[in-house]
């Protein structure tokens, strides 16, 4: 996060929310991070796809939710599958895991769609060129 909010500004979109250190420091931040990498990450993949500078009048990917409370249920079915195993429940904590793995596997899979957008718009941008429209893939 923190190159692509660089990037950004070396590109000329100054007027982000955060300061490039921010976008990957809310993933550090208790109670923080249940909400500021989703707007953080969100503010980026539109900057990097807008072709002009109201890139924040370009409305967010639609699925971009869906991957956050992947993110969220996974993280969080993870974190009770280990706190179930620390207790002696491995059976419980098996089960758990039945869910949250492939849960956090499509999250991941899907914040790795995010991070090519930003990077593919950006590269677009530094080129000159219009970063290609979401409905044009």
Do not use: C
């Amino acid at each position: 996060h923190w190159r692509a909010a660089t990037n950004l500004a070396a590109l000329g979109r100054t007027d982000l929310s955060d300061k490039p250190g921010w976008h990957a420091g809310w993933w550090f931040v208790p109670i923080a991070n249940l909400w500021k990498p989703y707007y953080a990450l969100k503010e980026l993949i539109r900057a990097s796809e807008a072709p002009d500078d109201d890139w924040y009048l370009v409305a967010a990917p639609s699925l971009f939710p869906l991957w956050w409370a992947a993110f969220l249920i996974g993280s969080f079915t993870s974190n009770i599958s280990a706190r179930l195993a620390w207790y002696g429940q491995y059976m419980g904590s098996y089960y758990v895991d039945l869910v949250a793995t492939p849960i956090s596997i499509a999250a991941t899979g899907m914040y790795l769609w995010w991070l090519w957008r930003v990077t593919r718009g950006q590269e677009a941008l530094h080129r000159g060129q219009t970063p290609v429209p979401r409905g044009s893939e």
